[in-house]
């Protein structure tokens, strides 16, 4: 989905547990434009927090990552993506459970399907995880951004006890082993 005039802007889909914390740590990097925290991959149009909190809609909650691909590339969005979330739990991140919380990839092009299949193919050869990776990786589908107190969340929110002992805790994995990778504002 690259933009015309030569530009390098992208997209990138992934849903990774709570949108609150993949948001805050897709945020930090360099090269992310944007990130807009939303609903994917299910079944009706316009969904609310309210309904995904059902598990019926089949949509995940997700974000959709606007980045300059001059600046960073899609394999080290999909390093960070693994690296700051658990793929091996099915429908689960921590105490948040249900579908809406799954581990997916949503491609928006045959090349970052291919590039997320190797990926994963290659954290499976090395053993990366102690348990077997279950994120999906599927096409790209309708995209709904979510309400507007779910964006930008951890930043409007630091002191709330879900991002203190929930995305503190990524974002400092963040900090650890990504610094170079790091925006100056993170």
């Not at 970052?112 to 102690?130: T, W």
């Amino acid at each position: 989905m690259d933009k015309q005039n030569n530009s390098t802007e992208s997209i990138a889909i992934f849903a990774g547990g709570c949108f609150w914390c993949t948001e805050a740590v897709f945020q930090r990097l360099n090269g992310v434009k944007e990130v807009i925290s939303g609903y994917t991959g299910g079944s009706i149009k316009n969904p609310a927090y309210r309904e995904i909190c059902t598990g019926r809609t089949g949509h995940a909650e997700g974000v959709k990552v606007v980045f300059d691909a001059s600046e960073v590339s899609y394999t080290e969005l999909l390093e960070v993506f693994f690296a700051t979330h658990d793929p091996t739990t099915l429908n689960r991140q921590g105490n948040d459970v249900g579908t809406q919380y799954r581990s997916e990839i949503f491609y928006t092009s045959q090349q970052q399907k291919e590039e997320a299949e190797a990926f994963i193919s290659l954290l499976e050869k090395e053993r990366v995880f102690g348990s077997p990776i279950v994120t999906a990786v599927s096409e790209e589908k309708p995209f709904y951004k979510a309400e507007i107190e779910h964006q930008n969340y951890y930043n409007d929110n630091k002191m709330q006890p879900y991002c203190q002992f929930i995305i503190n805790p990524k974002i400092k994995k963040l900090n650890q082993h990504f610094s170079s990778k790091l925006n100056a504002t993170s």
